[in-house]
């Protein structure tokens, strides 16, 4: 197929799928950089202000030798700290270096044909792999470079399915590079208070991988990257680059660099070697040495290429940080795992920093921070309707436990940890969709749709012409803006050409690839949320109008419930939530987002105060001003952070969880005292709510383009809400019936014979078998 430089389909189809790679690209002529190559910029290294690496290279010819204590002390200090380094005297022939760059140059400039039977699908061994970029269809931005990974399993199979144009000087440079990286090893481990024999090191090295790695010259090299920012996996990586430069590496804290930059280049020194330490290294060593974060960016100057040989673990191999470390540490930072299951984990996912490392890591509490917010606040929001409903109870119930509530905070605990572990949006990250963007924000269409939001001429004519041509008025209210619009429809022709070759819906920014109905985003969400405002309005009114004109009120007017008014609020603050909740899903922007969160909080915060008013039983005005004021203050404080200073999620989190956890555990504490006999409703609402956030963790793509897990999930809350209103207002009445004599006989009869049935009598059933028991087993009974 002929390439067309204006379609990113054909491009991609050029590169990735015939296996021209950016090679091919180039050659065609190309003078910018297509779109699906474009790096978002926030993700750009600004090279500007990165600094050179000032380490001498390390001479390793004097390891074994008088010198070798400082030598062993400068390898150490660098896997300490950068976790890169440069070695001179490694033993590898420079004559063997130069082949290698010339030998890297012939196999990329030779024919497609030569090349391309070795891409991923038909190559003839799977020990060999050509092609571009790693994971095309996860890629931010597809990588500038070409490349041809080998693995190396022993001589004769390299030889037989190696290409023949570079397996044999590939070989000769795995021979002696190895060597130079056992002893670098021994190095590091002996320097752990490990003393390690040959095997451990042939297990530790006996997976190697080469690759020649080819980065054309770019014609715009500040907005591609050659090899998006990663840490290696393995032990120890070994690099010849040419004298080209472009490998960065990333700064972290304890590295004794000023803050100023983000990061170092290592630049090229002729005849030297480029170390760094890999993941497995990092694990084994507890954290000490440092598997350091790096990149490589393009360059116009011209093409680059380098050979690196990453040495790994065998497959096989279980990775544990070595006891020795930890016992100095006193704490292990990393679990135990197989190396393959890392391996495996890290090649699903496209190359994100050293995100990598956390299959490995020893998860803290801290991620509790991770959980979504809705689904928090959410959870507390049942919680409390359960433990409202129990509230009203309490009025004259005796006490008795009720674990159901214990289990829902460690139902709460546990889901926390799951739905932390929640990763989102594949969709914004395939190149094909970006490039559709892209496009369609400098032409205002997609697919021949052109859009009146995007202000400019297509075709000759302008899209924001008279008003006959731009949206009707009824549909405005929505303000889709340009990006929206294109975003939506590249979404929509990417999902359908997904949907042709049998592949399942994926997340855009966050969201599921919903249809639009009159320009509602989410409408089934938004449907469910009006649902559960219409419930807890029902809810809220009967509640009123029973407090207010079905029961009797004291002679100033006031109801004889003192905690009414503090109920009607939180029904307020709720319906409150709810639409805003049913506004955000119909459009999500700043300020719909603001108006959700900030009305989350809110209910969230005064649920707390009414928890420890009720709970505690303040009545008196005075004392509940005093409690409530602080609270309210701190409430108000953060809702004005994240409106006007910064919207910060993480810290809106933690004040969420603390606020959400504070309140669940007065509730249990109090309900772990409490008692009343329609405790199977409030089971049922836990309970339930429980298995509905399952659909916040099982998340799955809109049923029929509209019903997807966070839609059931708001769709369950509906009957949840019933029944707890149902609950209270029930409880409400039999309460103020017994207390009452004023009422009507028939009604307090009426009420009288419901709860002493629902309550007390299986409470007296159950007393009068015991006796029955302990008497027939006295032998009363038959006497
Ligand atoms: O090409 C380079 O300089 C580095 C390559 C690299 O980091 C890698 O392939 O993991
Ligand atoms: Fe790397």
Redesign the pocket.
């Known amino acids: 197929m002929a390439l067309n430089l204006n379609d990113a389909k054909s491009i991609y189809d050029f590169v990735v799928t015939e296996g021209n790679g950016i090679k091919g690209l180039v050659d065609s002529g190309l003078s910018t950089v297509p779109a699906v190559y474009v790096q978002p910029p926030n993700e750009r290294i600004d090279k500007e202000k990165a600094i050179k690496l000032e380490l001498p290279p390390i001479d390793l010819s004097k390891l074994g030798g008088p010198g070798h204590a400082e030598v062993a002390e400068q390898i150490v200090r660098a896997a300490e700290t950068v976790g890169f380094f440069q070695v001179v005297n490694h033993g590898v022939p420079l004559q063997l270096l130069e082949s290698l760059k010339e030998t890297a140059h012939n196999f990329f400039s030779l024919p497609l044909e030569r090349k391309a039977v070795y891409l991923a699908p038909v190559s003839p061994s799977p020990l060999v792999k050509y092609g571009t970029s790693y994971l095309p269809e996860k890629e931010k931005a597809l990588g500038w470079k070409d490349y041809i990974l080998m693995q190396y399993t022993g001589d004769d199979e390299a030889l037989r399915y190696w290409p023949e144009e570079i397996k044999e000087v590939l070989l000769e440079y795995v021979r002696y590079s190895i060597v130079m990286v056992k002893k670098l090893l021994r190095v590091l481990l002996e320097n752990l208070g490990v003393k390690p024999d040959d095997s451990m090191i042939d297990v530790l090295t006996g997976r190697k991988t080469l690759?020649m790695?080819y980065?054309p010259t770019c014609p715009n090299p500040d907005v591609t990257i050659?090899?998006e920012r990663?840490s290696?996996i393995g032990m120890l990586?070994v690099?010849l680059?040419d004298e080209i430069g472009?490998?960065y590496v990333k700064i972290e804290e304890n590295m004794n660099y000023e803050k100023k930059t983000e990061w170092i280049e290592i630049p090229p020194i002729p005849n030297a070697l480029?170390i760094n330490v890999a993941d497995m290294l990092q694990v084994l060593s507890n954290g000490k040495y440092r598997s350091a974060e790096?990149a490589?960016c393009n360059t116009n100057i011209n093409s680059r290429v380098?050979v690196?040989i990453?040495t790994m673990p065998l497959e096989t191999s279980t990775i544990v940080p070595l006891s020795q470390v930890v016992e100095k540490d006193g704490i292990a930072h990393y679990k135990e795992f197989l190396f393959v299951d890392y391996m495996n984990n890290v090649y699903k996912n496209a190359l994100n920093g050293k995100k990598s490392l956390n299959f490995a890591k020893i998860v803290q509490r801290s991620q509790l921070q991770a959980i979504d917010q809705r689904f928090s606040i959410s959870f507390f929001y049942y919680t409390n309707l359960t433990l409202q409903s129990s509230h009203a109870t309490q009025l004259d119930f005796p006490t008795k436990k009720m674990m159901i509530d214990r289990y829902s905070i460690a139902l709460f605990l546990v889901f926390s940890f799951l739905v932390g572990a929640l990763d989102a949006s594949a969709g914004d990250a395939d190149p094909l969709y970006r490039a559709c963007v892209a496009e369609c924000e400098k032409t205002g269409c997609v697919g021949g749709r052109c859009f009146p939001q995007c202000k400019f001429p297509s075709d000759g004519v302008a899209n924001d012409g008279p008003w006959y041509m731009q949206e009707p008025l009824y549909l405005k209210w929505k303000q889709w803006d340009c990006q929206s619009d294109c975003r939506y429809n590249c979404m929509v022709d990417r999902e359908k050409e997904r949907e042709a070759v049998g592949n399942g819906p994926v997340k855009y920014h966050g969201k599921w690839p919903f249809e639009r109905v009159f320009g509602i985003q989410e409408p089934a969400s938004v449907v469910f949320s009006a649902l559960n405002l219409a419930m807890h309005f029902h809810g809220w009114l009967s509640f009123f109008i029973l407090i207010s004109y079905n029961l009797p009120l004291r002679q100033s007017k006031k109801a004889y419930y003192e905690f009414a008014t503090l109920w009607h609020v939180y029904g307020l603050l709720s319906m409150n939530s709810w639409l805003w909740s049913a506004v955000f899903h119909s459009r999500d922007v700043d300020l719909t987002e603001k108006l959700d969160y900030s009305s989350a909080v809110a209910l969230l915060g005064y649920s707390l105060i009414l928890a420890i008013l009720r709970c505690f039983n303040v009545r008196v005005e005075a004392a509940r001003v005093m409690v409530a004021a602080p609270f309210l203050a701190f409430v108000t404080t953060h809702i004005l952070y994240l409106n006007f200073y910064a919207f910060d999620y993480g810290w809106n989190m933690k004040v969420c969880v603390v606020m959400g956890v504070a309140q669940l555990l007065i509730w249990a504490i109090w309900a772990g005292v409490t008692r009343h006999p329609y405790r199977w409703k409030c089971w049922v609402v836990v309970i339930g709510g429980g298995l509905a956030m399952l659909l916040e963790i099982y998340d799955f793509p809109p049923y029929q383009g509209f019903f997807d897990a966070h839609a059931i999930w708001h769709a369950t809350t509906i009957p949840l809400t019933y029944l707890c209103r149902h609950h209270i207002a029930y409880k409400l009445r039999i309460f103020i019936l017994l207390s009452f004599p004023s009422i009507r006989e028939k009604e307090r009869v009426c009420a009288l014979t419901i709860f002493v049935s629902f309550s007390r009598l299986p409470l007296f059933s159950f007393r009068f078998f015991c006796s029955f028991l302990k008497k027939s087993q006295d032998g009363e009974v038959y006497s």
């Open positions: 690759a790695i980065y050659g090899i990663h290696d990586t690099l680059q472009g490998l480029v790096h490589v380098s690196p990453f």
